[in-house]
């Protein structure tokens, strides 16, 4: 039986083979854009990663929680009665092999995601988790489809619920996932000692806690928070058409 505390530091390990490596969170385009100033304002790295905490990853960490809810040992698993083609829109490819209920909170997701390219590269790095749990964590597939390209905070809360994550361990794991990816990003786009990315990390540890403190209550959809950052979407649509790039996303 695994461990809860051993299957967070599992997740939250960036070795995890579900593309993380490809992933600088946005701060590749906004270094382009003159963040840290080529080294002269490396700061900005730490100020970047507290930004996003209190805009898109608080909306990612109150998804998952809400995916883990409703994946919890209490809620039914996935079944053909759940499908519906009538609501599902222009999803209905989607809702033949994925709960309503799934469905609904990702596009409650989405609506709070308005840059294609980041819902794009989100649903991604769900499909490689999802991979990933078909050999680890199977009872993942009750829930969603095999080899589905569903947003990734969809994808772990769920991955929270078989495994036992409390919706703590679930926000504290987005949060500090998000966190960890722009500072380790920052050692590939700017000339940063590698001890100070890791003090950037460390000062967000309040701000991560607050999030956590923040999102971990929540059971229903309409209280997912909805905090935009319009230059990060700016940012994220002008990576995906540039040509050189070192991440994906």
């Given at each position: ?10 997740l ?45 990853t ?28 009538a609501?599902?829109?222009d ?27 980041l ?69 590939k ?61």
């Amino acid at each position: 039986m695994s461990s809860p505390e051993v299957v967070a530091l599992m997740l939250a390990d960036g070795r995890l083979p579900t593309g993380g490596h490809t992933q600088s969170a946005g701060l590749e385009p906004a270094v382009r854009a003159g963040l840290g100033a080529d080294g002269k304002q490396l700061a900005d790295v730490g100020a970047y990663a507290r930004d996003r905490l209190r805009t898109v990853t608080r909306i990612e960490a109150a998804v998952a929680v809400l995916a883990r809810h409703y994946a919890g040992p209490d809620r039914q698993a996935i079944t053909n009665d759940e499908i519906n083609l009538a609501q599902a829109g222009d999803r209905a490819e989607r809702a033949i092999v994925m709960a309503p209920r799934f469905a609904h909170l990702e596009s409650a997701w989405a609506a709070r995601t308005p840059s294609r390219a980041l819902r794009t590269a989100s649903r991604r790095q769900g499909r490689a988790y999802l991979r990933l749990a078909e050999r680890v964590w199977p009872d993942v597939l009750q829930h969603l489809p095999r080899d589905g390209e569903i947003a990734r905070p969809v994808v772990i809360g769920v991955i929270g619920a078989v495994t036992g994550l409390t919706p703590e361990q679930v926000a504290r794991l987005v949060a500090y996932d998000d966190a960890q990816t722009v500072v380790a990003a920052s050692l590939k786009l700017l000339p940063v000692d590698p001890a100070d990315a890791v003090t950037w990390l460390a000062a967000v540890h309040d701000d991560i806690e607050r999030l956590v403190t923040d999102v971990a209550p929540l059971t229903d959809i309409e209280k997912i928070p909805a905090g935009g950052a319009p230059l990060i979407d700016q940012f994220a649509e002008q990576h995906a058409i540039e040509r050189m790039r070192l991440f994906h996303a």
